[in-house]
């Protein structure tokens, strides 16, 4: 190897380690953004505790409020929705009067349903404290969950959860708590 050569190479080396301690920061600041994203929708009160992580959650507060207790953990899209639609015969509240199959301009039928068909209170969601949420989960308006709550992934929670809860499926049912003494390296203290 030449002295051309090792010199092209040591300061490319040098250069590596340059734009490295340069580029780091940025690339930590950009993360930031990826890894605790969340759309808020709705005219309800959303309350995120201290350290709650959330990556790509959809918190919709249409029908009531969300609290978030500290260090609650949201995995890859999971929905927090309070967003209730009434029916009424079989159809939306909003349509009820509109006969669909004769309905010839179909731009005037309500897209959203409004306030007639959208309740604007009474649903709300409170998550507590240390929980983890996995990813796909669904929470559905009107719904308490405990403090140090596991919800498993892509399951439904329709229903008040305990303290310490392992859930899963759709409906979520109990399966397990965060506080056995089978196993004392996956205990979960809130």
Wanted: net charge positive.
């Amino acid at each position: 190897m030449g002295p051309t050569l090792a010199l092209s190479i040591l300061i490319i080396v040098k250069l590596r380690i340059r734009l490295r301690s340069l580029l780091r920061p940025v690339v930590r600041y950009l993360a930031f953004f990826h890894y605790n994203t969340y759309y808020h929708e709705g005219d309800g009160k959303l309350t995120l505790g201290h350290r709650v992580g959330q990556c790509n959650v959809l918190f919709n507060t249409a029908s009531g409020d969300i609290t978030v207790g500290d260090y609650t953990i949201f995995g890859y899209n999971t929905m927090i929705l309070t967003g209730r639609h009434f029916f009424d015969g079989g159809k939306r509240v909003s349509l009820k009067d509109i006969d669909l199959t004769q309905a010839v301009l179909k731009e005037h039928l309500g897209w959203g349903g409004g306030p007639e068909e959208v309740p604007p209170r009474g649903f709300d969601i409170n998550i507590g404290r240390s929980c983890f949420i996995a990813s796909g989960a669904i929470i559905t308006g009107g719904v308490t969950l405990g403090h140090g709550v596991l919800v498993c992934a892509n399951a439904v929670v329709t229903k008040d959860v305990p303290d310490y809860a392992i859930v899963a499926g759709i409906p979520a049912k109990t399966i397990g708590s965060t506080m056995s003494d089978e196993n004392p390296d996956t205990r979960l203290r809130a």
